[in-house]
C-alpha cells in the first residue's frame, strides 16, 4: 500500500505525476491557505508533507501528525519549520538549496539597479503622463559601476550577487558568521569585513542572511543611522531582517537614498508606509520565481520526500541527528 502524503500549496502537475508514482498523494491545486488548523486536520495520517515558506511546520502541527516521518520544504529558507521539534518526533526536515541561487542572484541585481536608478518612479511618472519635455537635469541616480557592493550573509546567494559584481567594475565586501576560504573570496573578488564597516562603506548593502529569532531586526534604526546616505538597501531574504518602521523612516527623511525590497515584515500584509515612498522598488516575494527554478524547486522538494519515504537519506536533509 502507498504512503499518504500531502502537498500543501500549489505545485506543478509535473511534480504531482512524480509523487503520485509512489504515494497516495492529497494535493491542494486549489492553493488554500492551510494554516495550522488546515495542515494539522489533513496531517493526521500523512507519513510526509511538502510545503511552502507560507506553511507554519510548528510543534504543534508536528504533534499532530503522529505518522509523520518526513518535511520537504520547496524554499531554501525553512524558518517556518520547527526543526527543532522535527528532531524530537523523529522526523527529517529537508530544503532546496543550490538550485535558485542564480535566479534569486539575478532578482537581486533587478532590484538594486531599479533602486539605482529610480525605475519604478520613473515608469509611474511616465505612465501618469507626466512626461511633458526631456531635461538635462532629471531623474540622476547612482552609479552602479565601480561603486561599493556590500553583501551581509556570503553563502552560495551572496557568493553568486557577488560573481555578478565583477562585470560593474566593482567592489566587494561582505560580512559572514564566518569568513569564507581563501579560493571562494578569490572567485568573487570579496574583502571580509566587520559588520560596522560593511555598514558604513556599502554604496549598495545585499541582505542575504537566513532569518532566526537571532536575525530579527538585523537593520534596524542603529544600523540604518551607519549606512552613507547616499546607500541602498537591497533585501531578498527575508521579512523581520529588517526594522521595516525604522526602514521607512529613513527612506522618508532621505537618510538612505533608496531600498530594494523583495520581502517585508507579516508579509504578504506589508507596511502601507512603503506606498507612500518613491525611493523604494518593490516586489512579492519573487526571488526565485522563474519557471525553471520553480520546477527545479518543485522536483527538488519531491526527490528530497521520496527519498526519506523510502528508507534513503534525503539529499538536502537539515536534521542529520533525526537518522
Ligand atoms: C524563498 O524565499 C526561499 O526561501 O526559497
Known amino acids: 500500500m502507498k504512503q ?7 505545485v506543478f502537475p509535473e511534480a504531482l505525476e512524480r509523487l503520485r508514482q509512489h504515494f497516495e498523494v492529497e494535493d491542494n491545486q486549489a492553493d488554500a491557505i492551510l494554516g495550522v488548523a488546515g495542515l ?5 495520517d500523512k507519513a510526509g508533507v511538502l510545503t511552502a515558506a507560507t506553511d507554519p511546520m510548528t510543534a504543534e502541527v508536528i504533534a499532530a501528525a503522529p505518522s509523520l516521518k518526513a518535511v520537504c520544504n520547496f524554499a531554501v529558507g525553512y524558518n517556518n519549520i520547527d526543526l527543532a521539534a522535527c528532531t524530537r518526533a523523529g522526523v527529517m526536515a529537508t530544503n532546496t538549496p543550490g538550485v535558485l541561487d542564480d535566479t534569486t542572484a539575478d532578482l537581486a ?11 519604478p518612479a520613473a515608469e509611474r511618472w511616465l505612465r501618469n503622463g507626466e512626461w511633458k519635455s526631456w531635461q538635462f537635469i532629471q531623474w540622476l541616480g547612482s552609479d552602479v559601476h565601480h561603486a561599493t557592493l556590500g553583501i551581509l550573509g556570503m553563502g ?8 555578478r559584481a565583477l562585470g560593474f567594475d566593482m567592489k566587494v565586501i561582505y560580512h559572514n558568521r564566518s569568513r569564507l576560504p581563501a579560493d571562494k573570496e578569490a572567485a ?29 531586526h538585523t537593520i534596524g534604526a542603529p544600523e540604518l543611522a551607519l549606512m552613507k546616505p547616499a546607500a541602498h538597501l ?13 526602514l521607512i523612516s ?28 518613491d525611493n523604494v522598488a518593490l516586489t512579492p516575494h519573487i ?13 527538488t522538494a519531491a526527490d528530497n520526500l521520496i527519498a526519506a519515504l523510502s528508507g534513503r537519506r534525503p539529499p538536502n536533509l537539515l536534521n542529520p541527528e533525526v537518522l
Open 4 to 10: 499518504k502524503i500531502l502537498v500543501a500549496r500549489e
Open 40 to 44: 494539522k486536520a489533513r496531517l493526521a
Open 109 to 119: 541585481w533587478a532590484l538594486l539597479m531599479a533602486s539605482a536608478r529610480r525605475l
Open 156 to 163: 552560495r546567494i551572496g557568493q553568486t550577487v557577488a560573481r
Open 188 to 216: 568573487c573578488r570579496a574583502s571580509f569585513v566587520d559588520k560596522e564597516t560593511l555598514l558604513r562603506e556599502s554604496d549598495f548593502l545585499v541582505l542575504l542572511l537566513p532569518y532566526s529569532p537571532e536575525s530579527h
Open 234 to 246: 537591497i533585501n531578498v531574504a527575508r521579512g523581520g531582517i529588517v526594522d521595516d518602521e525604522a
Open 250 to 277: 529613513a527612506l522618508r527623511q532621505h537618510r538612505l537614498a533608496g531600498a530594494g525590497l523583495d520581502v517585508f515584515e507579516g508579509e504578504p500584509k506589508f507596511n502601507p508606509g512603503f506606498l507612500e515612498l
Open 287 to 299: 526571488g526565485s520565481s522563474s519557471r525553471a527554478t520553480r520546477m527545479a524547486m518543485a522536483m
